[in-house]
């Protein structure tokens, strides 16, 4: 089938320009229609929030910049805060701080949020003022450190696990959790927290110390170097060693790896046993007399022993410390002060080589100097009939004295003030050697009946020379 053209149509077409003119115009003016509606919806949309967005939780759909800002400038902060779902802290209302200066942040956020065609999506913006808002950082913020400080001691504190030694082994306990809120946690979490009316903090607790920390491990290997450890006491000649792992049961450690001894019973009886065999104070010492024959003379004034309970902290100290060797130190015995003698003298049973040996049976006595008999001469002892016998035992020249007055005393009452040129005590209750040009008896037998108070009386002639041979502390062996 052919198609008919209609040529008058086409006529009439092209006779009515007109028309043809206001069709056009009439598409124009729908584009730009079109165009401006758009035009006008895209600088809406680019200075005004989308619906459903909120700043610091405040609502601020279809505002613009300064609409937001302003209703930001005239909202109340409640400033409540929480731990978890508890609430501990209810501060006062505060105006939020912003200021003009502060929309430039609001239209970032307002660029941000920007989207072509109009958005329903709900965002929530966190936006903080430029001026610092004193009372949240400053003011709420130590109510909330004075708050939590008042509540964790009403709260179960956590137990870290713990090393100690017991009975000899190596125990470790386990930590227990507690309730009480870790503050500085909270407190950094705090000036995290959005700009808002409630502050919700989670609650973080003080955690314990784990048995499978590196402080619990280093407490072991520590406490297993320690009952490695032996401490050399050394006694003069003779050292004893001293084993943690014989003589320490019980000991805790800190943090820093110090560590406390808490029984000390095993060293304390070790240390006594040493005493019991070295010392001399008190015992009986051996002593070969000038004839050759071997005697046992009670030790008096002269001797020594280790004052145990005093030696105890060195010990402790030494174990504690990592030390290797101790030397005995507190050592006492009879003297003036306490102090004992003969500490440092290890040959002829303690004795040693330079001593006043004193023999009341043939009255005479013999001074010994570096082994060597430097003078021997007879003396008179005291009265045996009257009770004032010279004290056997091993006594020490107390000191030495020229142009002495010697002061006899019975029953608190003076007896007698004698002058003598040399005086050597050697007993604290006043017996000594002394010259005694009053005496015309020199007999062997005067001191049955007619000796002296307790003093050892020597010839005159001879004094001068016993006195320039003795020495203070030199042993004084009376039988």
């Not at 001797?303 to 030390?323: M, S, T, Y």
Request: proline share 3%; hydrophobic share 35%; charged share 20%.
């Amino acid at each position: 089938m052919e198609s008919t053209v209609n040529i008058n149509e086409i006529n009439q077409q092209r006779a009515n320009p007109t028309r043809r003119f206001a069709n056009w115009k009439f598409i124009t003016g729908c584009i730009i229609i079109v165009f401006a509606v758009i035009a006008a919806g895209s600088y809406y949309q680019a200075t005004h929030f989308n619906s459903n967005i909120k700043i610091n939780s405040i609502k601020v759909s279809g505002m613009s910049a300064e609409q937001a800002l302003d209703k930001l400038k005239t909202t109340e902060l409640k400033n409540v805060v929480f731990i978890g779902d508890q609430q501990i802290i209810d501060g006062k209302d505060t105006k939020m701080a912003f200021t003009d200066k502060d929309l430039p942040d609001v239209e970032k956020l307002l660029r941000s949020q920007w989207t072509f065609f109009p958005s329903s999506k709900a965002k929530d913006y966190s936006l903080m003022p430029g001026n610092q808002d004193q009372y949240r950082n400053q003011t709420l913020k130590k109510q909330l450190e004075e708050k939590l400080l008042s509540m964790n001691p009403t709260l179960n504190a956590p137990k870290d696990a713990t090393v100690h030694l017991e009975q000899g082994k190596i125990v470790v306990t386990n930590s227990v959790g507690g309730e009480q809120l870790d503050v500085a946690g909270l407190l950094k979490d705090f000036d995290k927290q959005e700009y808002i009316s409630e502050i919700h903090l989670n609650p973080t607790y003080i955690q314990p110390i784990k048995e499978d920390s590196e402080i619990i491990k280093n407490q072991q290997k520590k406490l297993e170097a320690f009952l490695a450890q032996s401490v050399e006491y050394k006694v003069q000649d003779k050292v004893f060693s001293l084993n943690a792992s014989e003589l320490i049961k019980n000991a805790s450690i800190s943090k820093d790896l110090q560590i406390k001894i808490d029984d000390t019973g095993d060293i304390k009886n070790k240390i006594a046993e040493i005493n019991n065999s070295q010392s001399t104070l008190n015992k009986d010492f051996s002593f070969k007399t000038h004839s050759g024959s071997v005697i046992s003379v009670k030790g008096k004034g002269y001797g020594w022993a280790i004052n145990v309970d005093k030696e105890i902290p060195r010990i402790l100290a030494a174990f504690e410390n990592g030390e290797k060797s101790v030397d005995a130190a507190n050592i006492y015995g009879k003297g003036w002060k306490g102090e004992g003698y003969g500490y440092d003298t290890i040959t002829n049973n303690g004795i040693g080589d330079t001593y006043a040996e004193v023999s009341i049976a043939e009255q005479r006595i013999w001074i010994y100097k570096n082994g060597q008999l430097v003078v021997t001469t007879n003396v008179v002892t005291g009265t045996q009939s009257t009770g004032h016998g010279t004290t056997p035992g091993v006594w020490y020249i107390l000191y030495k004295q020229t142009h002495a007055i010697l002061t006899g005393r019975e029953n608190g009452k003076i007896t007698y003030q004698t002058p003598v040129d040399y005086w050597a005590p050697f007993t604290n209750d006043g017996q000594g050697f002394h010259d005694a040009s009053w005496r015309s008896n020199w007999g062997s037998k005067a001191y049955l009946a007619a000796g002296s108070h307790g003093c050892v009386n020597t010839p005159p002639s001879v004094m001068k020379t016993v006195y320039n041979n003795l020495s203070a502390y030199q042993p004084v062996i009376v039988y």
